[in-house]
């Protein structure tokens, strides 16, 4: 069962633009949720979380804003760099239980 | 400091054979996971260890086992390999103040 899905296999966006990657879930019981980037060869580095009692976390360049209403969360990159070019994978777990659900990906690539 | 370090980076097995692939978790986190990722979609949690026990298990079926050593490094057995068991998998470590740090992964092929 695909709880959380990234229907969106790719994206791509010119440099200094703005990147948006959605994520969507299905299990209302989520309430932490996470971005992670992987390049080619490494193992995925974590970006940035929300906890479900917010509806936006920021951190530099990276903002995740979450619509609980709609079980839905979004990563913006402003602005986006080549060296953003990765896939962004979106995951989601319930408080006390360690099994994370990640989306399938996005494939985001920042042309310059 | 040494990440998430993860043996072989890459394997090809024969049908029906088993494999054991090796992770050794970062320094100070004591619990270790690990994901499969197939083609085209996201990691998928088979089981996690804590304290040289698993504490919990995704939806895999018995053939996939794992052990942790008292030194927090951890070990994912595969018997009877499928087809299907060719993916890459990751193994995530953590600490009880939370964060997970993955490998680079081991490429498995099934052949």
């Known amino acids: 069962d695909q709880q959380v899905k990234q229907n969106s296999p790719s994206l791509s966006v010119q440099e200094g633009r703005i990147s948006i990657l959605n994520c969507d879930y299905t299990n209302s019981m989520f309430d932490y949720f996470l971005w992670y980037k992987k390049y080619p060869a490494e193992g995925p580095t974590f970006l940035i979380s929300i906890s479900s009692i917010k509806d936006k976390n920021e951190d530099g360049r990276f903002t995740v804003f979450l619509n609980k209403s709609a079980k839905h969360l979004s990563l913006h990159i402003v602005p986006s760099q080549p060296g953003d070019s990765a896939v962004y994978f979106c995951a989601a777990s319930v408080f006390g239980d360690n099994d994370m659900r990640f989306g399938a990906g996005t494939r985001l690539t920042v042309k310059p | 400091d040494a990440g998430v370090t993860q043996s072989p980076t890459h394997l090809i097995k024969t049908r029906g054979q088993q494999v054991t692939l090796r992770c050794s978790p970062k320094s100070g986190h004591d619990t270790v996971s690990w994901y499969q990722q197939a083609l085209g979609q996201g990691p998928q949690f088979i089981f996690q260890y804590y304290e040289e026990e698993e504490r919990q298990r995704g939806n895999f079926p018995d053939r996939f086992s794992g052990h942790q050593f008292p030194n927090y490094s951890s070990e994912l057995n595969v018997n009877a390999l499928l087809l299907g068991d060719s993916a890459l998998y990751l193994c995530?470590?953590?600490?009880?103040?939370?964060?997970?740090?993955f490998g680079s992964g081991t490429r498995l092929t099934v052949v």
């Open positions: 995530a470590s953590s600490s009880p103040r939370g964060g997970y740090t």
